[in-house]
């Protein structure tokens, strides 16, 4: 995919997520309260925390997107990476904030303290409106992150997903409080802090594994050793270090090539393995293959 039309669709991501929660965080918020429901509320909440964590968003994004320069010769699509992380972390503090409230709203239910009596109808259609809207989202919004293989844009994805089952659990908390248990609504919204709870240290695991430069994993290795042994010359590979930055990987890649040869004709197999690995692996923007005689001559020197 271009660089342009990456950059697009990233931020069609972003924005069709910012507008559609800003809506929803009033939306819902204003009706939970009026409509004496805490588990829509909490989802309230939970909406109103993904505008704020947005806008966090769309300026990681827009810094993914600078060009490389001296200080980073790799370019900035680590900050990809970082935007990842700052939703995981407002989603994990959105997560606990509605945990709490819900428990007390509970304690002071069952304690007697309350007078909440079972919420508006308009709560449980609000609430099945939100599940509609956020499954359109998340459908929307999964096929770009593939198609751009954005960290950011996927996390915002799984985070459509969550907030699919955080606003199911709300409709059924809801329900089932008109029916007379009352006890479920405030139990639904402790619910739906455990989706997003799950949802946040997912993609704070994920965004941290690749500020981390953990290694891309055993398919990309094989995958590189493969193109590798098929280059002419190459004898052995003594080691493959893959480093992600955003969206794309840098390779230095060390190899062995028999004593016999000219530094010329290692240097062309060298470059050999390296233009093999660029025109098969889609998403591999740098190679820097280091070569070497046998393990049998360095052994006799």
């Not at 939100?130 to 799984?158: C, E, H, M, P, Q």
């Amino acid at each position: 995919m271009q660089k342009e039309q990456r950059i697009k669709e990233t931020n069609l991501s972003v924005g069709l997520g910012l507008g559609a929660n800003i809506v929803l965080a009033l939306v819902k918020s204003i009706v939970g309260i009026i409509g004496s429901s805490p588990a829509l509320l909490a989802d309230g909440i939970n909406s109103t925390s993904d505008v704020v964590y947005y806008l966090v968003v769309s300026v990681f994004v827009r810094a993914a997107n600078k060009p490389a320069d001296d200080e980073h010769p790799y370019g900035h699509t680590q900050y990809e990476s970082v935007g990842a992380l700052v939703v995981g972390a407002f989603v994990i503090t959105t997560a606990l904030t509605i945990f709490w409230n819900a428990i007390d709203t509970l304690v002071q239910l069952l304690q007697g303290k309350s007078d909440f009596s079972g919420a508006s109808q308009l709560a449980l259609w609000v609430a099945i409106g939100t599940v509609l809207i956020k499954i359109g989202l998340f459908v929307v919004t999964a096929y770009l992150g593939k198609r751009t293989n954005n960290d950011t844009v996927l996390a915002l994805a799984s985070d459509h997903r969550n907030d699919i089952l955080a606003a199911s659990a709300a409709a059924l908390g809801i329900f089932m409080g008109r029916l007379g248990y009352l006890w479920m609504d405030p139990v639904a919204g402790a619910l739906v802090a455990f989706f997003i709870l799950r949802t946040g240290l997912s993609i704070v695991r994920e965004s941290t594994a690749a500020l981390m430069d953990t290694v891309p994993g055993a398919p990309l290795n094989d995958k590189v050793t493969a193109l590798v042994r098929s280059v002419p010359g190459v004898q052995e590979i003594d080691s493959i270090l893959a480093h992600r930055f955003g969206q794309y990987y840098t390779i230095n890649l060390t190899i062995s090539v028999s004593d016999q040869i000219s530094v010329h004709d290692g240097d062309i197999i060298a470059s050999q393995a390296e233009k093999t690995l660029l025109e098969n692996i889609p998403d591999l923007r740098n190679v820097h293959v280091h070569y070497h005689p046998t393990e049998r001559y360095r052994a006799e020197l």
